[in-house]
Structures are given as C-alpha cells and as structure tokens.
C-alpha cells in the first residue's frame, strides 16, 4: 500500500456469528489510512474474503485480536502465512496484538514446534520449493517465517505504525475463562472503536467516549436472555448513545436479524435511543470515517 489518505476506510471482511451461513460468518475488518492495514479479529475465511474485497493479506500491517473464541481467530494462521510466503528478502511480519493467550496461540500455529512448521520448513529447504522460489526472483536462502506478538490487557496501549494510536477497554464476555477486550484506534485524525464480544458496560462506554464510528456487535433484538454475554439491539444502542459517537456499525448478528426485514428491525430499534447515522453491516460494505 502506498500514498497517504484523508480519512480511514472501515472494510467489513466478517459479519456473522459461530453459526454457519452463507452470507455472514466469523467476525473481522480492515481499517485502511495513512497507507497502512490494520485489521481486528481474523475469523473463518478471512484471508479469502480479504481478496474477494479487494485487500491482501501481504498489505497488513497488525493484527488486533478482541479475544480467542474461533469466530474471531480461527484464519490466523492462514493470514500469518499468506503473508510471509510471496516475501523474498527479510521478513517483516505483521505486529500480533491481543490478550493472553495470543502469545501461546500463535506460537502453536507458526511457532518452532508448531502445527505449522513443517510446512514452513518444506517451503524453506526442500529442492522443489526452493526452485519455485528462485524462478519467482527470490534469492536463497529463504526468508524464515518470524512472528512479532504482544499480549496486551484492559486499559493499555501498544504501538502501531506510525501515525496511529491504541488503547484498550475492558470487554464483559466470558471472563474468567476467556479474556476479551475492546479497542481504540485513532488515525488521520478520526477514532474508531470496535467492542468485539461483549455485554453492555461502562467500561466500553468509556472507551468510546466521542468516537467518529463505534463498530458494536448486534446479535439479536433484546431481550436475549437473562445473563448473554453477548449485546443485542438495546445494549448497542445504549452505549452508541451515552458515549456520543457519531457513526455506528452493527456487526456480528445472528441470524433473527440477519435477514431482510430483521435488519430493518434492528435498525428500528437502534435508533429508538441513537439518533446517529446507522451502518447495518455485511460482507464488503465499505464506510469511510469522514
């Protein structure tokens, strides 16, 4: 990626939940600015989505992960390697931010005995792999696949490239068996908050506090049960309003409102208590942060 750009561009790569479907599965987006990729969360399919959306793996600059149910990790491996294989000089992977255990879990997929190295290691050393390499133009010997990963709780930073800023808020979801945390960026002078899995709670209004775009998971029109762990309709609405942002993204629905008329519903709903402007998300919608 190249030259600089006026406002962050939000790609929508997955939409969905852990349930199967066609249209909408797994849970990821880009955010493109300043001539570099960050992306938050890396669900089924995402690498192969990435492409149909016109991005690339190899573009990527971070990854930021909410916390580690599959739906938001399950294609990391994937992206990890669709990245490092075109390189030819020294690698330089993709920064790895999220909450424990992301150091351990990526270090299982990619790592020296993990389930991915002798893959890597064929890639790297046999005859055959490095003959394609060498017709492609790289020199031998191969790059090594390297990781850069920082574990990162509530209420911290880490860095970015350049020109972008990070912090963290707590995300109530399924603690203490998972950790799960939201995020922060700021860019070419605008703010984007992404809640990942959470339920309605202060700490994430907190954190979205005067956003430009909240991107806020939507399961389902509350009431959802008793204790869901996961926010619907009013909590989404809640904490778009009581934060003021000006934008908001519904993202992880379920299928009671993923359907033609369910989204208009939840919408509706929505917008009982938010009266900004309102992005039902899907698979490829692009917003620009402007």
């Not at 203490?176 to 899995?197: C, H, M, N």
């Not at 208009?264 to 009266?275: P, T």
Request: charged share 20%; proline share 8%.
């Amino acid at each position: 990626m190249t030259g600089q750009q006026a406002a962050p561009v939000i790609t929508m790569i997955g939409t969905g939940a852990p349930r199967l479907s066609r249209e909408r599965y797994g849970s990821s987006l880009a955010i493109e600015a300043n001539g570099d990729l960050v992306m938050m969360d890396c669900g089924p399919a995402t690498t192969y989505k990435m492409l149909q959306q016109g991005l690339s793996p190899t573009d990527v600059s971070a990854l930021l992960i909410t916390h580690h149910h599959y739906d938001h990790t399950a294609d990391v491996a994937n992206m990890l390697l669709a990245h490092w294989e075109p390189s030819f000089k020294d690698y330089e992977p993709p920064r790895v931010i999220g909450p424990q255990p992301t150091a351990r879990f990526v270090d299982l997929l990619v790592g020296p005995e993990g389930a991915f190295r002798p893959d890597i290691d064929s890639r790297r050393l046999s005859p055959q792999s490095q003959f394609l390499f060498e017709r492609r133009g790289g020199t031998l010997p191969r790059p090594e696949l390297v990781t850069n990963v920082t574990e990162i709780e509530a209420r911290q930073s880490a860095p970015l490239p350049e020109g972008w800023d990070m912090w963290t808020g707590h995300a109530q979801h399924v603690q203490p068996y998972l950790d799960s945390i939201a995020y922060r960026v700021e860019v070419a002078g605008k703010s984007i908050v992404f809640t990942g899995d959470t339920e309605y709670c202060p700490e994430i209004i907190e954190l979205a506090d005067g956003a430009d775009l909240l991107i806020t998971m939507c399961c389902d029109v509350e009431p959802i049960g008793a204790k869901p762990a996961q926010m619907g309709t009013e909590g989404a609405a809640r904490i778009a309003a009581e934060a003021n942002v000006k934008k908001v993204i519904l993202t992880h629905s379920g299928p009671n409102i993923s359907y033609p008329g369910g989204q208009e519903r939840a919408v509706g709903e929505v917008a009982k208590m938010y009266d900004g402007e309102i992005f039902f998300a899907f698979e490829g919608l692009k917003v620009t942060v402007d």
